[in-house]
C-alpha cells in the first residue's frame, strides 16, 4: 500500500469568521477522498495545551504580561507538534488545525505589539522547519466578527480574555494577517468569510480540491 503525503492546513482568522464549523466541512471532503484526518485547535490539542488554553483565556488572569502569553503559546505549540502534529503527519494522515503560529504572529505581534522578530525566534526554535502546506485565511470586518461571537458589552455572553479586549486590537490583528497572506501567496488563501455559509464552503472546496488526491 502506498502511503499518500500528508498534509498540515491551518485555518486562520478572526473569531467569528466560522473556522470551526467550516473544519468540520474540509474534513468531510478528505473523509470522502478515502483520507484519514485529525481535527485539532490551538492553543491546545493536548492534555498540557487545553490547560494552558484555559490559563489564557480565563479572564480573571488580568496580570498575565504579553510576553508571558507568549511563551505560553509557545509552549503549547512544542507539545502540540510533538504529541500530535508529527506523528500524525508521519503516517501520511491529514491535519487540519484551528489556528497555529500566524495567529501569534497576529495576536501578540499584531494585536499585543510584540516585536515579530521576538515570535519568529520561537518559531525557529519549536517548529524546527515545520510549516503548514496551505493556510486557509478567512476574513471579515472585525466588526461584524465581534456581532458573530455574541461575546461583549451587551451581550449575556461571558467575554473571555481575549474577547473583552478593544476593537482596535482585533483590527491590528486583522491588518497583520492581511500582510502575512500577502507576502506569503504561495501558503495563504483569502476567503470572504462574509458570504453565506454555502458560498464559503463552495470557495474551499475550489481551493483544497487540488489537495484531495
Known sequence: MIMQPALFITLEGVDGAGKSTLMDFIAMLFANAGREV?????????????????????????????????????????QHIEEVIKPALALGKVVLCDRFTDASYAYQGGGRGLAPTRVQTLE??????????????????????????????FSEVEADRF?????????????CYLERAENEPERFRMI????????????????????LC
Open 38 to 78: 485529525v481535527k485539532t485547535r490551538e492553543p491546545g490539542g493536548t492534555q498540557t495545551g487545553e490547560q494552558i488554553r484555559a490559563m489564557l483565556l480565563d479572564r480573571d488572569n488580568i496580570n498575565l504580561r504579553h510576553n508571558t502569553e507568549l511563551l505560553l503559546l509557545f509552549a503549547a505549540r512544542m
Open 163 to 175: 474577547e473583552q479586549e478593544k476593537i482596535d486590537f482585533f483590527e491590528r490583528i486583522r491588518a
Open 192 to 211: 470572504d468569510a462574509t458570504q453565506a455559509v454555502a458560498d464559503v464552503q463552495q470557495n474551499v472546496q475550489k481551493i483544497v480540491r487540488d489537495y
Open 124 to 153: 525557529t526554535w519549536v517548529q524546527q522547519g515545520l510549516q503548514p502546506d496551505l493556510t486557509l485565511l478567512f476574513d471579515l470586518e472585525v466588526k461584524v466578527a465581534l456581532q458573530r461571537t455574541g461575546a461583549g458589552l
